[in-house]
Structures are given as C-alpha cells and as structure tokens.
C-alpha cells in the first residue's frame, strides 16, 4: 500500500528540494524528454526532479519508494539508447543528476579525484589537467555527458586500448539504492579483496539498481607529448598487422588507433565544412593513431616516424601524414570524431556498434558486407571505429541517387543481420552504448538464457518493487 498519493509526489518533492529543484511545467520538461536522437517519441514525465546533494537524491528516492513512483536516473542525456527516457505514462519521476556537479577533491599522490555524479566528463578532464594528472576517459559527447552517465553505461571512446572503459576507472562508488539506502563505497583502494566487488554491479547498470551519486575516479600521469599520425592501409588486414607491430614497438604507448573507410573521408568533405583530405591519393583503409608518453620532456615523434618507415616497407601502409602541430592534429581527429555529424547531416543512416575479437575485425567486416551486398544491394557499408578494442561502429548509408530513402524502414532487419554475424563470432550486439530500452528485444535475441535469469534475479534482490528505471536492459520484472 503506498502512503502517498500521486497528488501529494509533486508537493512532498518540492518540499524536499525546494522550487529549483523542481520543474513540472510541460514546456520546461520538453528537453529532458528529448535524446540525442529524437527518437523518444511521446516520452512523458510527472516532473523532473534536479536534487543538490546525494541527501536530497536520497529523500527523492523515499518519497518516490513511499508513493511507489518510477524512477528515471538521468545524466547528460546522450545516451542513444533511449535509457534516460520516460515512457508514456506521464507517471514517471525523472530524477536529474545535473546539479551535482562538484569535483569534491583530487589527490594527485594517490592520482584518484572524487566527483559528484553530475559532473560533465569534459570538466572532469580540465580539472584533472588543471592538477598535472590525467583522466583518459574520452567521447564525442564528453562536453554534455556526465560521469554518472559514463559509469552507468560504462562508457568506452577512443582511449580504451591503452586505459580501459570506465570499469577500469573506478575504484569506489556512492549509491542511492531503490529504498533510499545510501551506500557509501568512495574508497580509493587498489586492491580490496573483501567479497562481492559491489560498484561493478552498479557500474554498467543504466540506472536499474539504484542512482549513482558521486564516484572515485582513477588518475594517470599527464602526457608530455601525443603524436598523432594518419595512415593509408594497404588493405583491411593490414590494420591489424600495424596495431600488433604499433603496440610492440612502442612497448604499449598507443593512446587510439582507429580504422576508417573511405566512403567515410568521403562523407565527410561532402557534409562537414573545412575538412581536407589528408592524403594525396585515396585508400579503400585508414588508421588515425595516436602514440603518447608521459616521460617528462619525452618525445613520440621519432618513434612515430620510426614505427610509419618500418610499416611501409613491410608493406602494411602505403601512405601517411604525422601532424606537426596540434592544430593538424585537431583536424586529422575533427574527421573522426565528426563523422557521426557527417552521417547524420547525410540522411537515410543505420548505426550498429558491435565488437568482435580483436583478430577477427577484418573477417567480421567482410562477412557483413558481402551478405548485406546480396540481401540489400546498393547500400553502402562504413565501418569504423576503434579497432584495437574489436569494437566497430558499422554504419549503412542508403543507395546513392536520387531513389526513395527506406533504409531506416528496414532498421530491424538490417540490425538482425550485423549483430547475428557478430555474436555468431562471439562478439557482442552492443559494443558501448548499453542496452537500454531500445534494445530490449535484442538481449532476448542474443542474451543466453543463464545470463537473462541472472540479470533478472539481480534486480528482483536489488529492487524488488521494479521502480528503478523500471522496463530498461531487464524487461519489467511483473511483465
Ligand atoms: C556524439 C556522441 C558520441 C558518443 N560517443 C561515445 C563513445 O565513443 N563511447 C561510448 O561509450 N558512448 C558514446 N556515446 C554515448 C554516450 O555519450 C555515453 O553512453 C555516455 O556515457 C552517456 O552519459 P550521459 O550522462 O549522457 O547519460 P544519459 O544518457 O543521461 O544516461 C544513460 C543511462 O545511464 C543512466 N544514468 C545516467 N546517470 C546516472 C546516474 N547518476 N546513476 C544511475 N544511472 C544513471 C540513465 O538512466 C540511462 O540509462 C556518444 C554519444 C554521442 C551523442
């Protein structure tokens, strides 16, 4: 029986946070209901509550548990996977984590930094910075994104090769659970043998086991110096073959090594303004990789250039560019990290990201495109991304020409076939973005049903009532 009525949510949370903590006008709550996308079409929400401090996060969370109110944790937003939407009802409280965005301390001896979760990655990385320290986590949407966010879906980006995603940067965690509860995890411990490590299950969670409220975050040495070089390949293997020869020779200083296509340089002088093609002659095959150190006064450049001249006469690249200066490096990396942009900008787009065992990228890629060849001719394949971690973002673009758009009407299939060819290699059908409500179906596809029982009865201990972003990665567990 709940003891507070759905009239009385609205007034016990403001209440509780204040009228700056509340907003319940329609036309004030239509951003949050957006994504990224626009795809949370007819997303609704009682009221967005925007607490302060995680005492607050905590007594929104009682008056909701009290009220037997959903709950949807949300962060920046960015997520793509609909996880941070509401869904129709109207019923729904959306519990917004901007607000608490304090870094709460830093210890560059320790190299940890503690951090509300509603701090945006990209201040995160400024303050670090702004320490001598280093926080490697980085993402097209690091200036909007926030590290709860990152940690709920365990975000990956370019510097997972060398760091880690987000798992691996974590070493504690405050949480408010579904009933309230707050745990406060913030160690900054190495090592912690002592049983069940707690925040890995809250980590990659989406917001169904309870509302991260602050985190302590690993730190890294500051590079001295990135270098930052653009290869043609001599064909697809080829990439795997400078990655292995990359990581070797450097003794591990690859900071991101990403696999591009040329219909993607080509996408991008098409729809991007400033963009130049950074090679004279064009390749079916790219690698934007990035070598660092962090030695005091180090260089990579006569590494890079040592690493490019053995790869060309091994016959691996056929071409490339070292930028000379960060500038030529920010434009190599604008062609990468703006080509979802440029998709987009192009219209009739599919986006998969997949993984697949590092070696097995370049036979993925080939199986994929000669079956959507014979069951979709005329669509064109991109895949990119970040290789070195298998991880591929297997883009389709309509046919060329002036012909009907009705790519997007064939979302499903298109979908079906990539991610059946990925788990048939024992890869994943969602490499980064997490699962959300978008995927829901899909981890029915491909989830073994061991895995789906575990997930479920983790939940049911966790949030026996179901309130905590309720219909999300598990499906609802009174469905
Ligand atoms: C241009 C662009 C580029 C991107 N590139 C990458 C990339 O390279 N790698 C990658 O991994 N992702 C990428 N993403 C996806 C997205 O940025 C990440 O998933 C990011 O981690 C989401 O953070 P957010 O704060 O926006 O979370 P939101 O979108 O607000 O939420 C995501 C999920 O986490 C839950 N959540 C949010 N905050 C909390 C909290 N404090 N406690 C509990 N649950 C919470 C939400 O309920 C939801 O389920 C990209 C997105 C865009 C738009």
Known sequence: MNKISRDDLTQRIVSALGPAGVIADEG??????????????????????????????AEVVRICAEAGAEIVPQGGNTGLC???QPDESGRQVILNLGRMNRVRAIDPVNFTMTVDAGAVLQTIQERAD??????????????????GGNISTNAGGVGVL?????????LGLEVVLPDGTVWDGLKSLGKDNTGYDLKHLFIGAEGTLGIVTAAVLKLFPKPSDVQTAFCALADLDSALRLLARAR???GDQVAAFELLCRPAIDVCLAQLPNIVDPLPRPSD?????????????GSMRETMEELLAAALEAGEITDATIADSIDKANALWRIREELPEAVRAAGDDLHHDVSVPVADVPAFIRR??????????GVRTMPFGHVGDGNIHFTLLGPEGPGPKTLKSQEDRMAHLIFDIAVDMRGSFSAEHGVGRLKLDDMARYKRPVEIDLMRRLKRAIDPRDTMNPGKVVRRTNA
């Open 130 to 147: 702004e320490a001598g320290c280093f926080f490697p986590l980085s993402l097209g949407a690091q200036g909007s994104c926030q590290i």
């Open 82 to 84: 609909l996880g941070a």
């Open 162 to 170: 060398r760091y880690g995603s987000t798992r691996a940067l974590v």
């Open 368 to 377: 994929t495109q000669k079956k959507l060849a014979e069951v979709a001719p």
């Open 28 to 57: 004030a709550m239509a951003p949050y209901l957006e994504e990224w996308r626009r795809m949370s079409h007819g997303a609704r929400a009682r009221l967005i509550a925007r607490p302060a401090s995680t005492e607050q996060v």
């Open 248 to 250: 070797a020779w450097t």
């Open 285 to 297: 095959w790219y690698v934007l990789m990035d070598l660092s150190t962090s030695r005091p006064g």
